[in-house]
């Protein structure tokens, strides 16, 4: 009598590609699934963290020199918060949306939707990425410490967004320009208006970039019922993406006239400006790996942006 045929075990050993090769591949192999839980490997949103804060330590009137005013000491703790928060950020909205990642074929090999890191592991980690944030806030001034404190609420609501709102991009718009708030008061011990303007004026960039990104998940974000601003401007996207990135860059002009009345103070936006417009221009909405070509490239337009506040601010 022939045995009956088993079923396979199931895999336990699948991963995403990146963790087989890169950064991540060179770390030992129980190491990778927590690396990759704060993606180690996609600097980009650490990035689009930290220039907002940036932008503001170098719009904030350093006449006096941004070496002296310890500007650039300034400008390395904001990095290393971005970096930490940003990675605390990741965990923190993988653990809230382990349910849904599984259902999407982007995010299904996440390491809590696939399994290889425990809820508890998370938490841990999670924990370990605050308290270096924690450290950070520490190096601020009072103001600055206090309005960073108060992006926590904004923070830990944003995971829930997708589920309640056509526009959780615009969510993310005030977590991802909080550095403004922080880096401004840092300098100046206040909240000016140049801050509050060129905090708007991020809120609408990161709508803009964020919504390509969310062009890669339409079909699958439809499928699981999340919302996006993505899904609700439908074929409108290129549109409502150049509305939003003109806002911004209206919104900025304002804070640089706040700080330099010359009109050709102006001029220092024209290189982000045509950034902006190729990423519109050259956007097509239909294809995911161009729109993440486009959405990885604002952390050249947030450089670039960078310049433009460092010139004009210590004019």
């Keep these: 009598m022939s045995p009956v045929p088993r079923s396979p075990s199931p895999p336990t050993d699948i991963v ?17 699934p927590f690396a990759s839980l704060i993606r180690l490997d996609r600097p980009i949103g650490a990035w689009l963290l ?17 070496a002296n005013s310890g500007g650039w000491a300034l400008i390395a703790w904001l990095a290393l918060g971005a970096w930490a928060m940003r ?62 404190l108060a992006s926590l609420a904004l923070v830990a609501a944003y995971p829930f967004m997708k589920r309640i709102t056509w526009w959780p991009q615009a969510w993310l718009g005030l977590v991802f ?15 000016e208006m140049p801050a509050l303007l060129l905090y708007a004026g991020s809120i609408f960039w990161v709508i803009g970039y964020d919504t390509i990104y969310a062009l890669q998940d339409r079909e699958d974000d439809a499928l699981v019922g999340v919302k996006s601003s993505a899904r609700a ?21 304002l804070a640089f006239r706040q700080v330099r009345v010359e009109w050709f103070a102006l001029l220092a936006l024209a290189p982000v400006a045509l950034h902006l417009l190729w990423q519109v221009a050259a956007l097509k909405p239909d294809d ?12 050249f337009a947030g450089f670039v942006m960078f310049l433009a506040c460092l010139v004009v601010g210590t004019a």
Excluded at 16 to 32: F, K, T, W, Y
Excluded at 50 to 66: D, H, I, N
Excluded at 233 to 253: D, K, M, P, Q
Aim: proline share 4%.
């Design 50 to 66: 930290f220039w907002p804060g940036a932008w503001s330590v170098g719009l904030a009137g350093l006449g006096g020199g941004l």
């Design 87 to 148: 990675s605390a950020g990741c965990v923190y909205n993988d653990i809230v949306d382990s349910d849904l990642d599984r259902q999407v074929e982007r995010t299904r090999l996440r390491p809590l939707a696939s399994g290889r890191v425990s809820l508890r592991a998370a938490w841990a980690l999670l924990v370990a990425m605050s308290l270096i944030g924690l450290v950070v806030l520490l190096q601020l001034e009072r103001t600055a410490q206090i309005v960073a």
């Design 288 to 299: 995911g790996a161009d729109a993440l070509v486009k959405f990885r490239s604002n952390r």
């Design 16 to 32: 995403p590609d990146s963790e087989r090769r890169g950064l991540i591949g060179a770390l030992p192999a129980p190491v990778r």
């Design 233 to 253: 401007l439908g074929r409108h996207a290129r549109t409502g993406v150049a509305i939003c990135y003109a806002l911004a860059l209206l919104l900025w002009a």
């Design 177 to 191: 320009s909080w550095a403004v708030l922080v880096g401004w008061p840092a300098v100046t011990g206040r909240i």
